[in-house]
């Protein structure tokens, strides 16, 4: 999982630097399938769930699982997340980053930070002997007192032989509750953050999830592994 992490990394970073105004989802969306099979691993999001791609391209008010498309073309404000998977000799690694579009709004970019910080508040609360709740209390706390919201419907999982294990890693939640962490366990923290309220929808196509109210949302992850010492981000970028 430590070298599957290290290469998803490593093509996440890659992808990030192809965002720009005039390419489309699906492009980013070839790009990856062709890095990813190219290090030698499969996607992992390819027909999982009926899910038609390799990379999940959301925009916007998109939260998470948009379909890429040859229509999406990105434009200067736009705000894109980028949620990928791979497998590599039998087991999964997932993370997702926001990014920019050009220049952006001072609210989209204030989203943004706040949610990639979310991020890091919860991976520090992961360790041994912690209680799962503190990840999503942190989380919680920290992004509604930044006059945002944290989804409630979507969470973070369990990662390993498959893509989606137990336990379920909500972002919100009271701290001194929940399973107890144990070495050896590891997580994707994925907080998924908008810019009114947490209600989402499902789209028409079956997989993408929109903000009910239309308002920004955006989406950081990672695939973390709790060690004898504390927590090792295993999809770090570089």
Known sequence: MREGGRMIAK???????????????AELDRSAEEKIRKAG????????????????????????????SDKKILKDGD???????????????DMARTIPVGKIGKEAARLVE?????????????????PLGDIGHAIQRFVEGEGFSVVRE??????GRALHEEPQVLNFGERRTGLVLKEGMVLCIEPMVTAGEWNVKLGKDGQTYFTRDGSLAAHFE?????????????????
Not at 11 to 25: A, D, N, Y
């Open 11 to 25: 093509i996440m970073g890659e992808l990030m630097q192809e965002v720009r105004p005039g390419v489309s989802t």
């Open 41 to 68: 691993a499969k996607p992992a999001f390819l027909h999982y769930q009926g899910f038609p791609n390799t990379l999940c391209a959301s925009l916007n008010d998109e939260v998470v699982h948009a379909v890429p």
């Open 222 to 238: 990672d695939t973390v592994a709790i060690t004898k010492t504390g927590v090792d981000i295993l999809t770090k970028l570089l």
């Open 154 to 159: 979507l969470c973070g999982h369990g990662i």
């Open 114 to 130: 706040v949610t990639k910080r979310a991020l890091e508040l919860g991976v520090a609360k992961a360790r041994p002997g912690a």
């Open 79 to 93: 705000i894109l997340t980028l949620d990928l998977g791979l497998m590599h000799k039998g087991y999964y690694s």
